[in-house]
């Protein structure tokens, strides 16, 4: 019975050691700013994109579900989601999944900014590509905050259109990622 005790006290102090390491949110925002000079419009946001890290291994992930990006206009949240473009219907989340570069030198546990690299694969539609983000951790009071700002080109992706061609939309649209654990 003793045995059996010592087994099971072990394993819960090991299991919540473990869950401590991996930290979840339900509610990362993710932003795509596509404006150009002829078109202010074509700006989204979705705040409700799954993330998680690993503060051991510096393992981070990002999963968007397409529909659930926000525009002010209808009409470009259609083309957003339609055939030519992230095709929602076929292909319904884009993700990220990286390391962080050096995770060592981010002090998960103590107050502070850190610049780290990730790098990463990104999928969007049925292309995965490697992506290199830039971005900044924030470590307050035990809560962390990941903050990126990056481009993606969207032909890289399979991604071209008449608007694209135009320039009413950018080739390369800004992304923004937002994520407090």
């Known amino acids: 019975m003793m045995k059996k ?19 979840t949110t339900t509610s990362a925002t993710v932003s795509f700013d596509a404006t150009t000079p002829k078109d202010a419009l074509p700006k989204a946001t979705n ?7 690993n503060t051991t291994t510096g393992d981070v992930a ?13 009409k470009i949240q259609d083309h957003f989601n339609g055939d030519k473009w992230f095709n ?4 319904p989340v884009f993700s990220y999944s990286g390391t962080i570069e050096k995770v060592a030198k981010v002090k998960f546990t103590k107050d502070g900014t850190y610049s780290v690299t990730v790098n990463g694969t990104m999928k969007i539609r049925d292309v ?29 992706y399979g991604i071209t259109s008449t ?15 937002t994520a407090e654990f």
């Not at 705040?47 to 890290?53: A, C, F, K, M, Q």
């Not at 929602?88 to 292909?91: C, P, Q």
């Open 62 to 74: 990002f999963e968007a579900s397409v529909k659930n990006f926000a525009f002010s206009n209808p």
């Open 88 to 91: 929602s219907d076929k292909y």
């Open 128 to 156: 995965s590509k490697s992506e290199k983000v830039k971005g900044t951790i924030t470590v307050v009071g035990g809560k962390i905050k990941i903050a990126a700002d990056f481009e993606i080109d969207l032909p890289d």
């Open 5 to 23: 005790t010592i087994l099971l006290v072990a394993l819960v102090i090991s299991t919540g050691y473990l869950f401590a390491q991996k930290k």
């Open 47 to 53: 705040n409700t994109v799954i993330g998680s890290i």
């Open 163 to 177: 608007q694209i061609d135009s320039g009413k939309v950018a080739k390369e649209p800004k992304v923004s990622v």
